[in-house]
């Protein structure tokens, strides 16, 4: 209204000008290069996401995630005196995990993670390693790796076989589960 009766359509459109920035005010000084991000592996972008859970049932809900994405089935089991009671898992044949017990008393993959403190791949010949390997859907390759809590194991993640990858990579990355599981026990028991 204070410049008159103008219509927009009447109006000359003014030359595009590109925007002033300071590139443009120096011109001696070179366009730095775009820089691309550095990949993320999988596993490590969620190793971050379990480094800002609150729970531990956060994490390991984040783990078991992880865990459908990488292997055909697993199962997160925690070790009491006598059992291995399943408490997170996910598999064609692990729909209620807290309802798996799995003897410790014969020898089974549970039992020499547990007894050895480290990954296994062994497969013993017993009654519990035959259940075991049915709830995992007969892989031809399990794995198995302990949860150490102030130097007890405290549970054991046991896996089927990988959706792609080698065993080596897997057994690498079930260690790295382990050991995150294993500090957020830690983290959320103070």
Do not use: C
Request: proline letters at 8%.
């Amino acid at each position: 209204s204070e410049i008159g009766d103008v219509r927009l359509e009447d109006a000359t459109p003014l030359p595009f000008r590109p925007g002033r920035t300071v590139s443009f005010m120096f011109p001696g000084i070179p366009e730095l290069p775009i820089r691309t991000p550095v990949p993320i592996a999988p596993v490590d972008a969620m190793l971050d996401e379990v480094d800002r859970a609150i729970t531990a049932g956060a994490v390991e809900r984040l783990v078991m995630a992880y865990a459908a994405k990488r292997w055909h089935a697993g199962l997160l089991a925690r070790i009491e005196s006598t059992h291995a009671v399943g408490i997170r898992g996910h598999g064609a044949r692990l729909d209620h995990p807290e309802r798996v017990a799995l003897a410790l008393a014969p020898p089974s993959m549970i039992t020499l993670a547990r007894n050895a403190r480290r990954a296994t791949t062994e497969q013993p010949s017993s009654k519990t390693q035959h259940q075991l390997h049915e709830l995992l859907g007969a892989p031809s390759a399990p794995a198995a790796t302990p949860v150490i809590v102030a130097d007890r194991v405290h549970a054991v993640l046991v896996v089927g076989d990988t959706i792609e990858g080698t065993l080596q990579e897997s057994l690498a990355e079930l260690d790295r589960l382990a050991d995150a599981l294993g500090a957020a026990y830690v983290r959320f028991s103070r």
